[in-house]
């Protein structure tokens, strides 16, 4: 069979020890790493083993473009030192974990840990990626060791400080994250000062060339003159440093008269100062918590872009176990100030999951009950409306088409309506002749048949634009109605594949769309009662899955996984005499751009013949997988086991890959010192 790779290996009962910095020393499960001081950062090195570190998610197109002029939000992260389970490359058992999924209201993501080099943990590159959100990690110095550090490399002139930028550009460059903030939290001497602008230009100018959109931030903290003293507002003291790089992120401890000053001395770089609001309200603030909304109506008076500190106060603070809805609330209460950014590219496909769950969904069926965390496989997330009392969209984790939880929306349609729309996508491109749609859905509650739900697409205003009726698919024998398929094309019988699979009481809905010179606007779900009513009436509305295709784009036949490879095998005693525990290194080749990830399955190991049932070992994100701890038998003296692994690619469109074009390997294992024996085949 295409794709399928046989190794052969003899156990050992010594395994090579996995470099501890790139996997945990228990279970060599792949971590994500930051860099300590001058020496590691300057040592650093690309190498086979942080491939694991690299993001596989493309930035995702955006509208408007980030440098668009009009106030942009940046988030930065920081919880607790940072590395918490999210350095866990491939998920982790975590119950109730920290997620964050209002990137639809966020331009930039950072990450900000105290350790010199902060390099953001992939899983976080990977779901703001796909969300249309560029990610930057910290370069910071602090305190008397930071001083020093600053003296080696800003005193020590030009080769020294362009050394630094060349190493921070190829950590971004080769981990594909999107750039850098600087926070320099000591004082400088005349000679470091003096090379400070210049380190910063020389870093800018390297970024912007190594990482297309590529971004360098300051942190207001040490002046011009070399004394550390937080200004909180944009100034002739601080200056010379906003003017060497992208933006100025400044201190929180601001009043209005600050925001005025500078908004006054940035003049068209106004969107590029980004204005400190600490969400914990350390110090003399305005605003924090929920309160946030004070502080950001403030800095948006003065068209400022402003810079979200440690919005984790909702878990850390508020508790782990109404998260959800607390973080719901916290975002709700800022929207208004939140300029949102539209989806350019299709497909758009989303389960809605959040990269958690406290099971594991795969077509409606939870196929394992158990807490997980994995921040790469949140989907592309949507906007979360909230009208007080008329309509809330929130995360159900108790059931889900695909992931770890679905879209919950409850609303009310008032008396007299027919119908309520519940905009859930912001569009901006050119609409295809003919749009592809699907939709899983399931009513809750006590009457689901008093309701119908549809898609609804609009579009922006143009006198040329033409609109076909949104036709739903007939059912597979009335396929060729010449209303709507004249003429199939190649990816038809998959399309069509697709429509006819809601099961475990969810329903499947297809529709076909046919414009002429539109441009799209949004993506609503409306949902309509049967019979118009005096009283109003409350619904809930479970959504699994939305799919929105270019019809033409379908290809009839996708890629194959081809050049499946196992390497870094690690073999230890299992929890029973008859059992061997094996972890390994899984790579494969598949064309760039056309997966949206990969399920890894275990066909099971087998010293005798017979089959089991595939079981999902986890996903992946780019060609490469770390398969940790599988329980295999182990083989008698002169026997062989064999044991299968399977790559199944899930497509950028989401439609079913045959089994034909997946990547296999099959490892034949063997007892020390007993040959190749007979295997049992």
Not at 118 to 133: E, F
Not at 501 to 530: A, F, M, N, P
Not at 602 to 608: K, T, V
Request: with cysteine.
């Amino acid at each position: 069979m295409q794709g399928t790779t046989v190794l052969h290996d003899t156990i050992s009962d010594r395994p090579q020890p996995l470099p501890a910095r790139y996997f945990d020393t228990k279970t060599t499960e792949p971590i994500s790493f930051f860099l300590s001081g001058l020496e590691e950062l300057l040592a650093w090195q690309p190498n086979s083993n942080d491939e694991f570190n690299v993001s596989a998610v493309p930035l995702a197109k955006r509208q408007p473009p980030l440098h668009s002029r009009r106030p942009r939000t940046l988030v930065c992260h920081d919880m607790q030192g940072g590395y918490l389970e999210d350095r866990f490359i491939q998920g982790s058992a975590t119950r109730n974990p920290y997620v964050f999924y209002h990137w639809r209201y966020i331009d930039i993501f950072v990450y900000f840990s105290h350790h010199t080099v902060t390099i953001p943990p992939v899983v976080w590159t990977n779901a703001a990626h796909r969300n249309s959100v560029p990610v930057l990690g910290t370069f910071i110095t602090e305190w008397t060791d930071g001083e020093k550090l600053c003296e080696a490399f800003l005193a020590g002139g030009e080769e020294a400080f362009s050394a630094v930028a060349e190493q921070l550009a190829r950590i971004a460059q080769h981990f594909h994250f999107d750039g850098w903030l600087v926070n320099i939290e000591n004082k400088l001497s005349a000679a470091a000062v003096g090379s400070l602008p210049l380190f910063l230009r020389e870093l800018t100018a390297r970024v912007h060339s190594a990482v297309p959109g590529g971004l360098v931030i300051w942190y207001d903290s040490v002046l011009q003159d070399g004394t550390l003293r937080w200004q909180n507002e944009l100034n002739d003291q601080n200056r010379i440093f906003f003017d060497a790089c992208d933006g100025l992120f400044t201190n929180y401890n601001w009043k209005e008269e600050q925001l005025e000053r500078t908004q006054r001395l940035a003049g068209p770089r106004l969107n590029d100062v980004y204005v400190g609001v600490d969400v914990f309200a350390r110090g003399d603030v305005i605003g924090g918590g929920f309160d946030t909304d004070k502080s950001l109506r403030l800095i948006r008076q003065y068209g400022l872009s402003a810079a979200i500190f440690a919005p984790g106060w909702v878990y850390e603070h508020l508790g782990k176990e109404n998260f959800l809805q607390n973080e719901n609330r916290f975002w709700g209460l800022l929207a208004e100030y939140l300029p949102t950014h539209s989806i350019c590219t299709l497909p758009l496909t989303t389960s809605f999951c959040l990269g958690m769950g406290t099971s594991t969904f795969l077509y409606g069926k939870d196929e394992e009950s158990g807490p997980w965390y994995d921040l790469s496989a949140q989907d592309i997330q949507p906007l979360y409306p909230e009208q007080q009392g008329m309509l809330s969209a929130s995360c159900c984790l108790q059931d889900a088409w695909c992931g770890g939880s679905s879209l919950q929306l409850q609303g009310t349609i008032p008396p007299g309506e027919e119908r309520v729309a519940v905009r859930l996508f912001s569009l901006q491109m050119p609409a295809p002749p003919k749009l592809f749609l699907t939709l899983l859905y399931k009513m809750e509650g006590p009457q689901p048949d008093d309701f119908t739900v549809a898609l609804e697409v609009t579009t922006w205003d143009s006198g040329m634009c033409f609109e076909g009726n949104p036709t739903s698919l007939p059912e597979p024998n009335g396929r060729y109605h010449p209303r709507f398929l004249p003429a199939p094309p190649p990816g038809l019988a998959r399309l069509l594949a697709a429509c006819h699979r809601g099961s475990h009481g969810w329903t499947s809905r297809c529709y076909e769309l046919e414009l002429q010179d539109c441009s799209l606007r949004d993506l609503s779900l409306i949902v309509s009662r049967q019979q118009p009513s005096p009283q109003e009436t409350s619904f809930t509305c479970l959504l699994g899955e939305i799919r929105v295709l270019d019809t033409a784009s379908v290809a009839a036949s996708p890629p194959q996984v081809y050049s499946v490879a196992a390497s870094q095998l690690w073999w230890q005693e299992g929890p029973e005499p008859e059992q061997l525990s094996l972890s390994l290194t899984l790579r494969w080749s598949f064309p760039p751009g056309r997966a949206r990830w990969f399920r890894v399955l275990s066909q099971g190991a087998r010293c005798r013949l017979g089959q089991t049932a595939p079981q999902v070992l986890g996903l992946a994100q780019g060609c490469l997988f770390r398969a940790v701890g599988l329980l295999v038998p182990r083989p008698a003296p002169g026997q062989s086991c064999r044991l299968e692994l399977l790559v199944e690619p899930v497509l950028q469109d989401e439609l079913p890959v045959d089994p034909e074009r997946w990547g296999r390997l099959v490892l034949v294992y063997t007892a020390p010192g007993s040959g190749t024996g007979s295997d049992g085949h």
